[in-house]
């Protein structure tokens, strides 16, 4: 007998979930979409099993539920569910990147038949929509459980099995702690990146010519402000406090930073930024990937011109060294720019450094 799963919201993240869970033949994939062109796509491409663009039908034969929709819209879908009447027994998920309001709902939901536990793919992309749905998204990813009060051990190690096929790391948090993480690392850099895009716009009245001097730095850190404004602004709403709080710290910490330059205090710079510098150079040491891989780079000078990627990709594939990932950091056309390879371990660190600099290239690695 097939473990009946569906999936409401076929998205980037509820398509990969799918699509994930479909590669085990013990799952049963079922599709719930108001977007009944997204779920032919999901059927055309074997995403899911069947479809329905109404909830209750969707969710009558479920064994378990995973809401992929914004936060929100996922409360909205939990209160509608709680009204169904099942024949046996059900568990709830979600994806939610804010736990607090979600759970808070959970443990108010009457529904004897229904378990809730709370749920947080920490994986994305820049890409949205079934299309960009990919089974590998969340390899390797954290992700976050957080059970009601009443969760059994059981009932999250069912959970844990059927979404075994995405190949995460699941940790179980309290609702509280998660938020107050994912606030620090996730959601208030958004907002920072926001205020530095602003702060942009605004200078570009006095210099025409500053979007033309927007390099690799200024992309890199303000990329995440090209996200979907109105889901982060659910997710704020959801998170207020929390934001409010990080906020006031980031003033203060701005009050401080204001007084070294005031002062030209050399020294206080220098600390400053050496710890940062620590600090960010020692995330994930523990070998455990979240919000930044705990990979080993290397930085290769290549020109702009035709076969310059593939001819360092080449060479290290030919002594067997895994690309883990790879990233051109800044390119101009006709000069120099850096590429960022990323390898697992730093034996093969080494390796490929040894290897490109043989080659005559100009590599390095940063201490």
């Keep these: 007998m097939k473990r009946k799963i569906l999936v409401a919201g076929l998205g980037l993240i509820g398509g990969s979930l799918a699509k994930a869970m479909q590669q085990e033949d013990e799952n049963y994939l079922i599709g719930y979409d108001l977007n009944e062109e997204t779920l032919q796509i999901a059927l055309n491409e074997k995403i899911i099993d069947e479809s329905y663009t109404d ?103 069912e959970l844990k099995k059927a979404l075994q096929p995405t190949k995460s790391n699941f940790i179980i948090l309290q609702p509280e702690e998660h938020d107050e993480m994912t606030s620090v690392i996730s959601h208030f850099p958004h907002l920072i990146a926001s205020s530095l895009v602003h702060q942009a716009r605004k200078w570009e009245q006095v210099h025409h010519y500053l979007p033309e001097l927007a390099a690799g730095g200024f992309r890199d850190i303000t990329r995440i402000a090209s996200s979907n404004p109105k889901m ?62 705990s990979f080993y780079d290397i930085y290769v000078d290549i020109k702009d011109q035709p076969g310059a990627i593939a001819s360092v990709v080449q060479l290290l594939a030919t002594e067997n060294i895994s690309i883990r990932n790879i990233r051109i950091l800044e390119i101009r056309d006709n000069i120099h720019g850096a590429l960022r390879l990323s390898v697992l371990n730093q034996a093969d660190q080494q390796k490929a450094f040894a290897l490109l600099q043989n080659n005559h290239f100009d590599v390095t690695i940063e201490p």
């Design 55 to 157: 909830l209750e039908e969707a969710a009558k034969g479920a064994e378990i539920i995973i809401l992929a929709a914004p936060i929100s819209e996922t409360i909205k879908l939990m209160k509608q569910i709680d009204q169904i009447v099942f024949d046996h027994d059900v568990i709830i998920s979600d994806v939610s990147s804010v736990k607090g309001s979600i759970l808070k709902v959970a443990n108010e939901l009457t529904n004897k038949r229904i378990t809730f536990i709370g749920g947080h793919p920490m994986a994305g992309s820049h890409k949205a929509g079934i299309y960009a749905a990919r089974e590998h998204l969340f390899e390797n990813a954290i992700y976050v459980l957080t059970p009601t009060n009443s969760c059994s051990n059981e009932k999250v190690d």
């Design 232 to 293: 982060w602004q659910d997710i704020f709403a959801h998170n207020g406090n929390k934001m409010s709080r990080l906020l006031q710290d980031w003033i203060n910490e701005m009050v401080t930073l204001k007084e070294f330059l005031d002062k030209n205090s050399k020294e206080e710079m220098i600390s400053y930024l050496d710890q940062a510098k620590k600090y960010r150079d020692g995330l994930g040491e523990k070998k455990t990937r979240g919000a930044l891989p």
